[in-house]
């Protein structure tokens, strides 16, 4: 049995061009290592524009990918495209996640309240936008990672809801 595809795709002008470097994708491998200890995490870097963001969900989710996190892109920016990328990709919202996010980190930093991530279900592929900040992405793929665990198994056609 081939092992569960896990895919990060971190979405930041800055670091595409070299600018910067990218702290909160290798954060999210991490948190999905300490989880998910045999799955294969495949990571990709794209500039904050849509069609290349959208054609890497679609990739992995063609490849069968479990999951697939977004870190960046998320914020009020004029360049911020990651939630229209992702919806031109999903099939199904799960907007819980999202609003499940906003919430947690939102009782540390007021501002969490202006991200636009969003979630939803391609197939059976969970795709879901985290912010772009390592601490941010951090805490919100912790503040929702038993969700996302019980989701991948109703996703995958397993457990059904308790």
Known sequence: MNPMLLAVLTVSDRCAQGLATDTAGPAVVALLR???LHAEIQTALVPDDQDQIAAQLDHWCRQGAALVLTAGGTGLGPRDLTPEATLRVIDRLAPGLAEAMRAHSAE????A?????VAGLKGNTLIINLPGSRRGAEESLAAILPLVAHGLEVAAGGRTHP
């Open 34 to 36: 300490q989880n998910w």
């Open 108 to 111: 540390r930093n007021p501002y």
């Open 113 to 117: 309240w202006l991200s636009r991530a």
